[in-house]
């Protein structure tokens, strides 16, 4: 017979092959777990997100009736009216806006007389909410420009005619 050469399939790794491995297992094992940190830290701001629109939707929708006569008559500078979007704006921590059926600003919880704010008209939510439609959208702060904002509006009715708008944010 030929001379049978033993041969041994197992030979103990390296020391520097040994340490480049573990280096990598445990390389992938960060970056599994920065992966899956990740994925959770954005369904939880999804989630917050979520909760915060829906808390919004019902301060409008819970002040819409409290305000149809003002805006339908277009009525600016009723104390009780701003009164109560003050006081909402300190429970919600939101500011909360009036819009007449012509889309002009009639009553801010910021201010007793505020200014003009033409660009509010243009908005896809407040476009949504003179449809008769419930609108929603985030966007970067117009105050700030560096921080996100969810904007909510929601049309005030008078006999299913929508004669107005509360815009929260």
Same mark, same amino acid.
């Given at each position: #017979?030929?001379?049978? !050469?033993?041969?041994?399939?197992?030979?103990?790794?390296? *020391?520097?092959?040994?340490? +480049?491995?573990?280096?990598?297992?445990?390389?992938?094992? &960060?970056?599994? +777990?920065?992966?899956?940190?990740?994925?959770?830290?954005?369904?939880?701001?999804?989630? @917050? &997100?979520?909760? &915060?629109?829906?808390?919004?939707?019902?301060?409008? @929708?819970?002040?819409?009736? #409290?305000?149809?006569?003002?805006?339908?008559?277009?009525?600016?500078?009723?104390?009780?009216?701003?009164?109560?979007?003050?006081?909402?704006?300190?429970?919600?921590?939101?500011?909360?806006?009036?819009?007449?059926?012509?889309?002009?600003? +009639?009553?801010?919880?910021?201010?007793?007389?505020?200014? *003009? @704010?033409?660009?509010?008209?243009?908005? *896809?939510?407040?476009?949504?909410?003179?449809?008769?439609?419930?609108? #929603?959208?985030?966007?970067?702060?117009?105050? !700030?420009?560096?921080?996100?904002? &969810?904007?909510? #509006?929601?049309?005030?009715?008078?006999?299913?005619?929508?004669?107005?708008?509360?815009?929260?944010?």
């Amino acid at each position: #017979a030929v001379g049978a !050469t033993e041969c041994n399939l197992r030979q103990p790794m390296k *020391p520097e092959r040994r340490g +480049i491995a573990w280096f990598l297992l445990l390389a992938l094992l &960060l970056v599994s +777990i920065g992966f899956i940190v990740s994925s959770m830290l954005r369904k939880l701001e999804r989630d @917050q &997100l979520f909760m &915060l629109e829906e808390n919004m939707f019902k301060t409008a @929708q819970t002040l819409a009736p #409290a305000v149809v006569d003002v805006v339908e008559e277009d009525r600016p500078g009723e104390p009780k009216i701003f009164e109560t979007l003050q006081t909402t704006q300190n429970v919600t921590g939101s500011r909360v806006r009036l819009l007449s059926a012509e889309r002009d600003l +009639i009553y801010d919880s910021l201010s007793p007389h505020p200014e *003009p @704010q033409d660009h509010l008209r243009f908005r *896809p939510e407040i476009q949504s909410a003179f449809v008769g439609q419930y609108g #929603a959208y985030t966007r970067l702060s117009d105050e !700030t420009g560096n921080s996100l904002a &969810l904007f909510v #509006a929601c049309p005030v009715r008078r006999e299913n005619k929508v004669v107005g708008c509360v815009y929260v944010s």
